[in-house]
């Protein structure tokens, strides 16, 4: 059997209906790049009688997965978790996920369990970790417009925009064979302060964190801004982290195989 990976979903109004989604492109990139089987978390539901503790969701989660996966989303995390005031009119927000993502992120880490962010996943790690977020970074003194071209192709918006320099050393310029790599960029929000206990892999040319790992994590950690997902099989680095987090979850199915076997 393939390994399991929960992908937290947005929880959001349509059509008169409360409605659960990922969209498909996550979901193919944990399928065909990790080599896995992804299965979707439901936010909204982790609480919805009353009766279950945050502690016995999370039991459950991990009983039934092998690593999990923080997707992209055009929601973003509500400042109140980082200390900040929200902006008037506020931004998209999505506090169902951010119930469910914020301590499954630190159960993940605390347990040693496989865990990718992309982009709203990315923020989702610094804010769970005590880090926090600008709201705007285009607003901020020395920094690009880190935003899509919202008038363009679904092509032109994924394609490669700018570069960013990545760590000697480190993970991702493991996986590239460089530490130079051009990626796209399709956020409004970005890292202000970076967690405690988190290393950068990666930044943009204008300084803004663009990837990271936990320091000390047990199991696989990490995390980027720019989305991996899109057409992963034609990008190196990007197949290379959807394979990396893979093997991390196999290795953690064939332990809990032998744990449970052992039992």
């Known amino acids: 059997m ?16 409360v409605t659960h989604g990922v969209t498909e492109k996550y ?13 979707m978390l439901p936010g909204r539901l982790s609480d919805v009688d009353g009766t279950m503790s945050e502690t016995a969701v999370l039991e459950e989660i991990f009983a039934l997965v092998d690593g999990i996966f923080l997707p992209g989303s055009p929601s973003n995390v509500a400042p109140e ?3 900040a005031a929200p902006y008037d009119p506020p931004l998209p927000s999505d506090p169902h996920r951010d119930v469910l993502s914020l301590p499954l992120i630190r159960a993940c880490i605390e ?11 990315f923020q989702e790690m610094n804010v769970a970790l005590g880090g926090t977020l600008h709201q705007k ?36 310029a493991g996986l590239a064979g460089a530490t130079r790599w051009k990626v796209n960029s399709l956020h409004g929000q970005g890292v202000d302060r970076l967690a405690p206990g988190l290393v950068v892999e990666a930044r943009a040319d204008d300084g803004l964190v663009e990837g990271f790992r936990v320091k000390d994590a047990p199991g696989f950690a990490l995390a980027v801004q720019w989305h991996p997902e899109w057409r992963f099989w034609a990008d190196a680095l990007s197949s290379g982290l959807f394979a990396s987090f893979g093997e ?12 449970k076997a052992a039992e």
């Open 2 to 17: 393939r390994p399991v990976i929960g992908v937290v979903s947005d929880v959001k109004p349509g059509s008169g209906h």
């Open 27 to 39: 979901l193919f990139a944990v399928a065909r790049g990790a080599q896995t089987y992804p299965v």
């Open 81 to 83: 978790h980082y200390g």
């Open 111 to 121: 347990r040693g369990v496989p865990l990718f962010g992309v982009c709203r996943g």
């Open 137 to 172: 970074v285009h607003e901020q003194p020395g920094h690009f417009d880190h935003r899509e071209d919202a008038t363009g192709t679904i092509e032109a918006q994924y394609a490669p925009v700018h570069e960013v320099a990545l760590t000697p050393g480190g993970v991702l």
């Open 248 to 259: 991390a979850a196999r290795a953690r199915a064939a332990a809990r195989r032998g744990l």
